[in-house]
């Protein structure tokens, strides 16, 4: 048998390599359209020359979400890793949204349209069309419409699941809740402006509170991933809200069925957070709002399906003691004649400091497994809030406990439960163990603050 001529085979060799290089990089592109997201493609756009392929694939190749065009404002910025990148136009990729069980899937976007049945998984759809409240989605194989403002199974009044469906993308505030705040304030005082990184809708006339609110918006996002290590996706594409009268805000809290009558200064929903003004102090304005952007930060750095504990005391912690907005001890210490009063977070520390010393349980078990609606309603609300954010300040503040509530948080963003057992096998205590070394470091930081 004649072997063929060494360059013969050297052409052919080469042939074949590039053909197998040309149907490589053509199944990576066909893969790269499909999952824009995947973190080799971020690694991929940092090198030199394969960089600006990447960067240039994505730019034009990758299709905005359906009804959805890319701005052409002012840039934006987002963290990634710690490095900050600067993006010129919002994130391109699908808008989700996240959807419990028992929502009614419908043919055409009407209530009264033939009911095709309910949704049985806990999970985020990606959205096809939007009709006012109502999304188009793929569920159950087929092509549904979804009214995200009617009632649903099991799905509590702030949007947590037992489940988390991960991290979602930034979404823009529901259009319809936007004219329902124009309205209440009145078109000609509503003052629409740039808020970077969030749209700012408000009746308020306060520049200096503005102006202070201005700061906290742009500093936020950076000292949640610091403190929680764990980051944000996409660049924030929501609407703040802030109304000069309670009345107005609390018309415009009722306009959402699940909230309507819960008592609360904020709340974040659909894309938006709106607090209000009247009868409060800039310190407890400013508080409010970092607390209700940590609520969307949580959404984009861990899922919406938070339990209340976690979610409420991320946000809690970051408002009070550890973000931009925190207050110093002394500025809550009120001294009259003989009397010490102690105001907010610190008389709830001089109370919880209290129980420390006079019980050995201090009910994190029931803490920790707490349903969202005890948080809304339940004669002790406040003292739950107080709790949890104590709770997750001692996380955070314990040298030996922090790396593994860090881990805890990665790993609920990556789809685990995060139930209590889970959170006890992060940290590596016993439950008996955690209560008492709580209790420690509450009477500690009373000492401290001298309470």
């Known amino acids: 048998m004649t072997r063929k001529p060494w360059r013969l085979r050297l052409r052919e060799s080469v042939a074949y390599a590039a053909v197998l290089a040309v149907l490589s990089l053509f199944g990576l592109f066909a893969w790269m359209t499909r999952q824009p997201e995947a973190p080799f493609f ?3 756009a940092a090198l030199p020359y394969v960089g600006d392929v990447v960067t240039w694939t994505r730019d034009r190749f990758v299709a905005p979400a359906p009804g959805e065009t890319p701005s052409s404002g002012g840039a934006g910025r987002a963290r990634s890793g710690s490095r900050d990148v600067t993006t010129d136009e919002p994130s391109l990729l699908p808008e989700r949204e996240f959807i419990g069980i028992g929502a009614a899937m419908r043919a055409r976007p009407r ?12 999970e985020s759809y990606e ?38 469906p991960g991290p979602l993308h930034p979404r823009q505030a529901d259009p319809e809740l936007l004219a329902v705040a124009l309205e209440l304030m009145g078109e000609d005082e509503v003052r629409r402006e740039a808020f970077e990184p969030y749209e700012l809708l408000t ?14 918006s742009q500093q936020v996002e ?5 403190r929680y290590g764990v980051e944000p996706i996409g660049v924030p594409r929501e609407s703040v809200v802030l109304f000069r009268s309670q009345k107005d805000y609390e018309q415009f809290r009722d306009a959402i069925a699940a909230l309507v009558g819960i008592k609360s200064h904020g709340f974040q929903s659909r894309g938006l957070v709106a607090f209000f003004v009247e009868g409060r102090s800039d310190a407890e304005v400013e508080g409010t709002f970092v607390h209700e952007l940590v609520h969307l930060l949580n959404r984009r750095a861990i899922g919406p399906a938070l339990p209340a504990w976690l979610a409420e005391g991320l946000a809690d912690e970051l408002a009070l003691f550890s973000g931009p907005a925190a207050r110093e001890r002394s500025e809550l210490i009120d001294v009259v004649g003989p009397e010490i009063r102690y105001r907010g977070w610190l008389a709830g520390l001089k109370v919880l400091r209290d129980e420390a010393r006079g019980s050995e349980s201090l009910g994190l078990a029931a803490l920790i497994s707490s349903e969202p609606e005890a948080f809304l309603s339940a004669p002790n609300a406040a003292a739950l809030y107080l709790r949890s954010a104590f709770f997750v300040h001692f996380l955070l503040e314990d040298e030996s406990l922090r790396p593994g509530f860090h881990t805890f948080l990665d790993q609920v963003r990556s789809g685990r439960q995060p139930t209590a057992d889970h959170l006890l096998e992060s940290l590596g205590v016993q439950l008996q163990e955690l209560e008492q070394r709580f209790g420690l470091f509450l009477i500690g930081e009373g000492l401290k603050a001298g309470v």
Do not use: C, K
């Open 222 to 226: 950076s000292a949640y991933f610091e």
């Open 127 to 164: 959205v096809l069309e939007r009709a006012g409240t109502w999304v188009l989605v793929v569920a159950s194989s087929r092509r549904v419409w979804i009214d995200l403002a009617a009632e649903r199974v099991l799905m509590p009044p702030l949007g947590n699941e037992p489940l988390p």
């Open 42 to 44: 971020d690694r991929a």
């Open 203 to 216: 009746d308020v006339i306060r520049p200096r509170l503005i102006e202070r609110l201005r700061e906290l």
């Open 111 to 122: 209530s009264e349209a033939q009911l095709l049945g309910r949704t049985t998984r806990l």
